[in-house]
């Protein structure tokens, strides 16, 4: 074999490593961000989807104040009982004087919006990791298709958890 078909070859051969290493080290980075967003959704999320068992309610946000808010709890399913004073988490799913249905989180004082407002809002931290992990995939992947399906999911999915916490 002459040696310039050798050099040819030996580039070539380098050139497809290099795209394998791309290819592996983009894909593992869009694999962490997805798995970092349903990571970040699943500890509200499990409360809200896996309601057997748990107890369930309405609260009447009687105050905010740093970055919770509270209110009485009055149960709607047999076997909770009434409490005078539960914790929310206070974003943009939680106004003051309003009542929303809640799941009680096991074991403590603390409740998560329940319904489908509920399980849009706790699922966005996916629709934003799907949104940046849809870069990852156009620019280091160089799969565009399946970027923008990544992309148009997470757009969909904060979208609509923003109408519906409204």
Request: charged share 15%; net charge positive.
């Amino acid at each position: 074999m002459p040696a310039a078909a050798r050099t040819a070859t030996g580039r070539q051969g380098a050139r497809t490593a290099l795209r394998f290493g791309q290819f592996a080290a983009m894909g593992a980075v869009a694999v962490v961000i997805l798995i970092a967003g349903v990571w970040a959704s699943w500890g509200t999320a499990q409360h809200v989807m896996l309601t057997k068992g748990r107890e369930s309610g309405t609260v009447l946000v009687t105050g905010c104040g740093g970055e919770t808010c509270t209110g009485p709890y009055t149960p709607l399913t047999a076997g909770s009982r009434a409490r005078a004073s539960v914790v929310i988490e206070e974003s943009v799913a939680v106004r003051k004087g309003r009542t929303y249905t809640v799941v009680m989180k096991p074991d403590s004082d603390e409740v998560v919006r329940s319904g489908p407002a509920g399980v849009l809002y706790a699922w966005v931290p996916l629709g934003g990791a799907l949104l940046l992990a849809s870069v990852v995939v156009a620019g280091g992947l160089r799969r565009t298709r399946v970027a923008w399906a990544m992309a148009g999911a997470g757009a969909l999915l904060l979208t609509s958890a923003f109408v519906a916490v409204q």
